[in-house]
């Protein structure tokens, strides 16, 4: 017996059939669509970037074409300060002019430091060194005596160019500049009268230099170094890291493709412009599709929304917990009220803070992306996942496959090998060190002038024999769903009764208590036992009272026995580095003994709650007879 079907019936199978065998294909794959669009705009980027490489053009290329087309349009807001684009063009052009007539002898490749605060001249002192070929070596502003001086010598420096505002930083390490023969210029930027100086000091006055179009020195390659940009020295002194022309642009379109700027848009930075997510993303992005950078000379929580209303600001940018710091701030009946939609683009901010920022100041989207100054791939969050820097979807796998998560030994940093010699590749939603392949068009280019650190970050087989890897030196959990979610850095996670405890994940549960501002968590050494015990410093939020019992009991049903915090030290502000990393290594040097730095506490089971520690429990914790 057979059966015939019409045409429409069998057209009306197949539509059936095809349905279901998409809606198959999307409960295997929910996230389809946003991997696509994902993976496109990848690939639009890396086109862009290779166009622009090989047509040899640049940050300056792009920034003059919109001071060509657009030479009215305002570049920077600074304060009550308006620059237009032809106005920064023709600083650029005095800055290069004057750096040029004041020492001749610089060469394309020299290096020259620039210790500067946050503001338009900044922005001009970078591109005029840049339009010579002149490198940049961006030196963090905070720095002072020995901690400076290693910056200035790690970049082989001819020049430093300095604020007037750090005159005295300059004249106590004034005798070793001069052994070194360093020039001396300084930016009367804080316009002080009658400034005192000492004869070797040069006065930078661009203002007497014509602000005339100047020839940019050709950039032989892309690889050629445009700027030293420092690590935070959270692990060691900082070290300068290798900014090529090529990565510069990789920012710009990374802002151009996933952020969307355009010319109408106003970027919001408060962030020290020393560092690569201010200087990188935010002012070459903007510079780059000629949009209008609003600058704030530092960081202020209180004043921070008030700038967003006045500059009319639709993006801004946040790094580490100055989210946290945001939510702190009293509530206002304008919170989340603004002349625009406002973005919000940047990295480290924890799932404990993501929802209630959101929804409290109206932020649509977060961008959170994960990246290092130093780093040859990144991740973006694209669809505002809380929580997630990004994903790592079957697609890139299978176009790219570039991202490795692999077992280590947490003391040592170091991969775990099978008996191949291989890396050791964990499973999917297994927290490890994470790795990205080096490969020529995903190149690593390290340090400048130490080629043993630069070597230091470079993993081995991995995956076969003779493949080379860039060490993150963080701990990622890429989830089933595919989603990258950060967990810690490698050097901030130690070990304590033979397991391995997170200060991130710890952190973040102790931000949950209602009270709790911050809390930084590391591992402190206790004579007796195998690795460190957990202890947190905390600071509270103004005029709140801690519940020891109830901070207790939070704890207690939040994490496992191993991972709570044996100490707390109570903190009325957390030492912080200049990018709003929380300093720990002092703090683990100080231990748990009561030292009149805050006030220390320890965790008491038998009374669940914790408590002041006094010179008893120090007799016992340093004779080894502790039971932690």
């Known amino acids: 017996m057979s059966t015939s079907f019409s045409i429409g019936q069998r057209a009306a199978l197949v539509a059936v059939a095809s349905l279901s065998g998409y809606a198959l294909f999307r409960r295997k794959y929910p996230n389809l669509t946003t991997d696509v669009r994902y993976f496109l705009s990848l ?50 052009n005095r800055t290069a002019r004057w750096v040029l007539g004041s020492d001749p002898s610089l060469m394309k490749g020299d290096a020259v430091c620039v210790l500067l605060h946050n503001g338009p001249t900044i922005v001009w002192t970078w591109l005029g060194l840049q339009k010579k070929g002149i490198i940049s070596s961006m030196i963090n502003f905070n720095l002072k005596g020995q901690a400076l001086l290693h910056c200035i010598k790690a970049s082989y420096s001819k020049h430093i160019i300095f604020g007037s505002e750090f005159l005295d930083s300059i004249l106590d390490i004034v005798d070793a500049l001069r052994d070194l023969n ?74 151009y493709i996933h952020v969307g700027l355009t010319p109408s848009d106003v970027y919001y930075v408060a962030l020290p412009m020393y560092h690569s997510s201010a200087l990188l993303i935010a002012v070459t992005g903007s510079l780059f599709s000629g949009a209008t950078i609003a600058i704030a000379k530092k960081f202020s929580a209180s004043r921070f929304w008030d700038d967003v209303r006045r500059f009319r600001v639709s993006v801004f940018q946040y790094i580490g917990e100055v989210c946290r710091y945001l939510l702190a701030q009293p509530r206002k009946e304008n919170d989340g009220q603004y002349p625009r939609p406002v973005k919000a683009v940047g990295n ?38 809380v929580g997630s820097v990004g994903r790592y979807s079957w697609i890139l796998r299978k176009m790219l496959d570039r991202v490795e998560i692999v077992d280590c030994d947490y003391e040592t940093g170091k991969p775990k090998r099978n008996s191949n010699g ?88 102790l931000g949950l208590f209602p009270v709790v501002l911050e809390a930084n968590v590391y591992g402190v050494p206790v004579k007796g036992h195998d690795g460190r015990a957990g202890m947190a410093s905390i600071v509270l939020h103004k ?18 026995d191993y991972a709570r915090p ?34 220390v506490y320890i965790i008491d089971p038998s009374k669940k709650t914790y408590v002041p520690i006094n010179p008893y429990h120090v007799k016992v914790l340093t004779a080894g007879h502790s039971k932690l």
């Open 43 to 92: 690939a639009k980027g890396g086109k862009l970037l290779e166009k622009y490489n090989k047509a040899n053009l640049f940050i300056l290329d792009f920034f003059e074409e919109h001071a060509r087309k657009q030479p009215n349009h305002p570049c920077i807001l600074f304060e009550n300060e308006t620059y237009t684009y032809g106005e920064v063009a023709a600083n650029v």
């Open 182 to 255: 360093i020039g001396l210029w300084m930016v009367n930027d804080a316009c002080i009268p009658d400034l005192v100086t000492p004869e070797d000091v040069v006065t930078m006055e661009i203002s007497t230099m014509s602000g005339e179009h100047l020839p940019t020195v050709p950039i032989t390659s892309p690889e050629d170094v445009a700027t030293f940009i420092f690590t935070s020295g959270t692990t060691g002194m900082p070290k300068p890291v290798n900014i090529p022309h090529y990565k510069i642009t990789g920012a710009c379109v990374f802002s």
């Open 348 to 385: 480290g901010l924890r799932p404990d803070v993501w929802r209630e920022f959101k929804e409290r100041f109206k932020i649509a989207p977060i961008l959170e992306f994960y990246a290092s100054t130093e780093g040859n791939f990144s991740f973006f969050n694209s669809d505002d996942h």
């Open 422 to 509: 291989m890396c050791v590749r964990l499973p999917p939603g297994s927290s490890g060190l994470m790795l990205f392949q080096i490969t020529e068009k995903s190149a690593f280019v390290g340090y400048h002038g130490s080629e043993e650190m630069t070597n230091k970050k470079i993993v081995r087989d991995v995956k076969r024999q003779g493949d080379a890897y860039f060490n993150t030196g963080d701990l990622i959990k890429i989830d089933v769903d595919n989603y990258v979610y950060f967990i810690d850095r490698l050097g901030d996670t130690f070990r304590w009764k033979g397991e391995n405890i997170s200060t991130m994940e710890v952190s973040q549960v």
């Open 543 to 560: 005029g709140a009272n801690l519940d020891f019992s109830a901070l207790y009991q939070h704890i207690t049903t939040s994490l496992p």
């Open 566 to 599: 044996k100490f707390l030290r109570l903190l009325d502000e957390m030492d912080l580095t200049s990018t709003f990393k929380h300093k720990k290594t002092e703090l683990m040097k100080r231990g748990f003994a009561p030292d009149g730095y805050g006030e």
